[in-house]
């Protein structure tokens, strides 16, 4: 009887077991485990990789953070790194194309003056940049730019002062304004302190006033969005359909070039965007060809792609459908001066589907974390607007 009962028992608790686990694989059948899935994209670290001759100091950053939003550093003192990387703007601008010196106004209501021919980056998590899928870099070697034609922080941070468009106007030559902008600085007694205090001298010269720059640009760093949670073990960090866009994501082949913990391979490819300048921009290598950019944060940094041209994730998703081997439309949506065989064969293996996309920008909005440094200083030691001609 009793021999019975437990017979019966074990029969229902197996049966109840047995269900449950068939009912949850069907659920999750066909999801990565977290170990494969970085393998493709992975969380991001906490900390950052200063060069060894450029370590952190708390000095050097907030002295960065001054420079970095005082238009003292443009030929004409109105235009500020800020203008164009502002913290409302998620550090780029929201334009299609940036406006530098002579223009007034912040993001899309920025008007008047001289145009850049590309669009914005993000300067977040740029302290990243070069990360491999095992997460390895070097901050002296990241690339910079669209066309990877800087390498280092450090580096880039010296030509945007130098482009006519940008920074240094039509008035001053190039091989002027850093001696220019030397002198202004080292005759601003509270910039001579706060280099003494970060550099142990107050002799302001173009290397420490790029690495004060630089050393602000790595603590800019955003690396808790729902995407990093779950790779470090919050399952219930994504819904499910946020991680059937990770799946999509890494399936049709997005992950081929977006790929490790950036969201890139910070490799050239010929994507195909169309042309919306002229002279037309072909690229780095004369091959219209762009580096991959980070897609973290992407939900904040509209437009998008090298020229701005696409001004909706939706849109780009709709791109890349059109310009795939799978797509409807072919050779009609690449840009004019290419076939779809000069594209890239990550660009025509890409395997998209109107169905797919929805998921696959539920997936992207997973990788923003808004809780990135938004400090505005109250005043510059120039005694200049703050950001620049911004209001
Ligand atoms: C007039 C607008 C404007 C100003 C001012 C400006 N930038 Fe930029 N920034 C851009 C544009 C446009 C690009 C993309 C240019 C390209 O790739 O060819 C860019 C790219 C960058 C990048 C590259 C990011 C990456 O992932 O490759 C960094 C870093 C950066 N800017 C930092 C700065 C700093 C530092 C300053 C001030 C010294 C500054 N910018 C001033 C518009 C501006
Ligand atoms: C062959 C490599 C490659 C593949 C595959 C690829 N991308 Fe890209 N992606 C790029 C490059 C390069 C750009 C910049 C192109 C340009 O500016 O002309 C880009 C741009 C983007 C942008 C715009 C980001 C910005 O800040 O402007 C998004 C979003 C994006 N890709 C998402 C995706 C998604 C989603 C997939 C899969 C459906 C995908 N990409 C497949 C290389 C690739």
Redesign the pocket.
């Known amino acids: 009887m009793t021999n019975t009962f437990f017979k019966l028992k074990s029969i229902i608790i197996f049966c109840v077991i047995g269900s449950i686990l068939i009912l949850s694989c069907g659920d999750r059948g066909e999801m990565r485990p977290i170990n494969e899935i970085s393998q493709f994209v992975d969380a991001l670290p906490n900390e950052v990789i200063y060069p060894a001759d450029n370590p952190y100091s708390l000095e050097k950053e907030e002295l960065g953070r001054l420079?970095?939003w005082d238009p003292v550093?443009?030929g004409t003192q109105e235009?500020?790194?800020?203008?164009?990387?502002h913290p409302d703007k998620g550090y780029?601008?929201g334009l299609t194309?940036?406006?530098?010196?002579g223009?007034t106004g912040l993001g899309t209501n920025r008007i008047g003056g001289?145009q850049?021919?590309?669009?914005?980056?993000?300067?977040i998590?740029?302290a990243f940049?070069g990360m491999n899928i095992q997460g390895q870099y070097n901050p002296v070697l990241?690339?910079?730019?669209?066309?990877?034609?800087?390498t280092s922080?450090e580096e880039?941070?010296?030509?945007?002062?130098l482009?006519k468009?940008?920074?240094r106007g039509s008035d001053i030559a190039e091989e002027d304004l850093m001696p220019l902008i030397l002198d202004r600085l080292n005759a601003i007694p509270d910039y001579q302190a706060k280099f003494n205090a970060a550099f142990g001298t107050s002799v302001i010269t173009q290397d420490l006033l790029?690495k004060a720059?630089?050393t602000?640009?790595r603590s800019l760093i955003a690396t808790n969005s729902p995407f990093d949670e779950y790779m470090r073990g919050d399952e219930n960090a994504l819904s499910r359909r946020e991680l059937d866009g990770l799946n999509t994501f890494i399936a049709v082949g997005c992950a081929d070039c977006h790929s490790g913990p950036m969201f890139s391979d910070y490799e050239l490819h010929v994507v195909g965007v169309p042309d919306n300048i002229t002279p037309v921009d072909r690229g780095a290598t004369n091959d219209f060809d762009f580096?991959t950019?980070?897609l973290r944060n992407v939900a904040l940094t509209a437009p998008y792609m090298?020229n701005g041209s696409l001004r909706t994730l939706e849109d780009v998703l709709d791109f890349y459908e059109d310009v795939s081997e799978g797509g409807r439309r072919g050779n009609n949506n690449i840009n004019a001066n290419l076939d779809q065989n000069d594209l890239d064969e990550e660009i025509r293996d890409l395997r998209l589907n109107g169905n797919q996309i929805d998921d696959i920008i539920s997936f992207l909005e997973t990788l923003n974390d808004r809780d990135f440094d938004k400090t505005i200083p109250s005043s510059l030691p120039s005694g200049l607007p703050v950001g620049?001609n911004i209001q």
Do not use: K, Y
Request: proline share 5%.
């Open positions: 420079l970095f550093l443009s235009v500020a790194c800020a203008t164009c990387h780029a601008d194309f940036s406006r530098g010196v223009a001289m850049t021919t590309r669009n914005a980056h993000t300067v998590n740029t940049n990241a690339p910079m730019f669209w066309d990877n034609r800087a922080l880039q941070a010296g030509l945007p002062l482009s468009e940008e920074m790029l720059i630089a602000f640009e580096r950019p980070t090298h620049g």
